[in-house]
């Protein structure tokens, strides 16, 4: 159990409006601990434009200008990552609020937030540390974030024919995908776009990385799961002699002269679980197995 007195950084969805209710109970408990609150710029405007809260006591930051004791994202799985991209490296742990649907990694309730920040305090919950892809350009340089907690995904543009993607590890050539597109997944993003493609699912904490083409051209290819310390690198032909690159869906274009090397971050994310949350129950939840059809 901790007296000191803890700093909290929140990030926040934007996009629902109808659901403040939340933040202002996180707030609630965080100011009865005597918390020190840090929310970021923009998740601090839609609270105080558009939902009309008083955050008086708090502390406004940008991007990735902060330091934590922990951080807390209020939002999906999609707001989990944008907060895991500004963490970065700052190995500050992450917990996932939910304000919608189910998540793999936003898996606590809203009703569940005030016993999860006691049990925060009295150090009853554990910490997994989930692996993260790195990607450096040899041409182009990316503008963004570089590096992608759930995927990193090479892309056609538009309405634009399939790209031809050779694909080399660990210096060996692997096969050429001719396809819309090729996925490098993680354990954590392993339910995630690469799943949706016909991807494995991945059991965090398994250090191996899957590579998943989409729409491929051939119904010979299929998924295969390699070493989490692959080196991955990808040279892309294109008619339109562009593509997308993707990082947690965060997309940017780049030139297909730019070649594309894809491995294991220096640094892994941590994320914040409470005391008896299971993996295969979430997944079982989430992926509705088990669950009766007709009903």
């Not at 992608?148 to 060996?172: E, Q």
């Not at 998943?212 to 690198?233: F, G, M, Q, Y």
């Not at 030139?255 to 491995?263: K, P, S, W, Y």
Request: charged share 20%; aromatic share 8%.
């Amino acid at each position: 159990m901790t007296s000191r007195k803890l700093r909290f950084a929140i990030f926040g969805n934007t996009y629902q409006p109808k659901k403040s209710v939340s933040i202002q109970k996180l707030l609630a408990c965080l100011c009865a601990r005597h918390a020190e609150v840090l929310v970021e710029q923009e998740y601090y405007a839609f609270l105080t434009n558009e939902q009309r809260l008083c955050l008086d006591g708090v502390t406004v930051f940008n991007h990735t200008d902060f330091s934590a004791d922990f951080v807390v994202s209020m939002g999906g799985d999609g707001t989990f990552l944008r907060a895991a991209s500004m963490v970065g490296g700052k190995q500050i742990p992450i917990l996932g609020i939910n304000m919608g649907r189910l998540g793999f990694l936003a898996d606590v309730k809203a009703q569940e937030i005030e016993h999860t920040i006691n049990a925060l305090y009295e150090g009853d919950y554990t910490v997994d540390t989930r692996a993260v892809i790195k990607v450096e350009t040899d041409g182009q340089p990316l503008k963004g974030y570089d590096c992608a907690l759930n995927d990193v995904a090479i892309l056609k543009r538009d309405n634009a024919s399939m790209i031809t993607i050779h694909t080399t590890v660990n210096g060996d050539y692997l096969t050429t995908y001719q396809a819309d597109g090729l996925i490098m997944s993680t354990p954590t993003g392993s339910t995630a776009y690469s799943l949706s493609n016909g991807g494995p699912i991945i059991v965090p904490g398994t250090h191996v990385f899957s590579l998943t083409a989409v729409a491929p051209h051939s119904l010979n290819v299929r998924p295969i799961v390699l070493s989490a310390d692959s080196e991955v690198k990808l040279t892309v032909e294109s008619r339109t002699h562009n593509y997308l690159v993707a990082l947690d869906g965060r997309s940017e274009k780049l030139a297909d002269t730019t070649r594309l090397t894809l491995r294991k971050a220096p640094y892994r994310v941590r994320v914040i679980k409470r005391a008896g949350t299971k993996y295969f129950h979430t997944l079982r939840e989430k992926m509705m197995w088990g669950a009766d059809q007709r009903i």
